[in-house]
């Protein structure tokens, strides 16, 4: 096993006070699919959480 992403790039591992890398993702907002970007929040305070196992199959 490696350390290294899908895409070939190092993975990042965030720490505290660490910038999150730039990013762009889809959500599910008011019934519709709509991309977010996180350059739009740049200067704002933001929360970022995920559920790994979200959608999946128990």
């Given at each position: 096993m490696t350390?290294?992403?899908q895409n070939g790039q190092?993975?990042?591992?965030a720490t505290r006070d660490d910038q999150a890398p730039p990013f762009s993702?889809?959500?599910?907002?008011d019934g519709e699919i709509k991309t977010f970007e996180l350059e739009q929040y740049k200067g704002k305070w933001l929360?970022?959480?995920f559920y790994p196992s979200d959608f999946t199959p128990v």
């Open positions: 350390n290294q992403s190092q993975p990042f591992y993702t889809k959500g599910f907002v929360l970022l959480f």
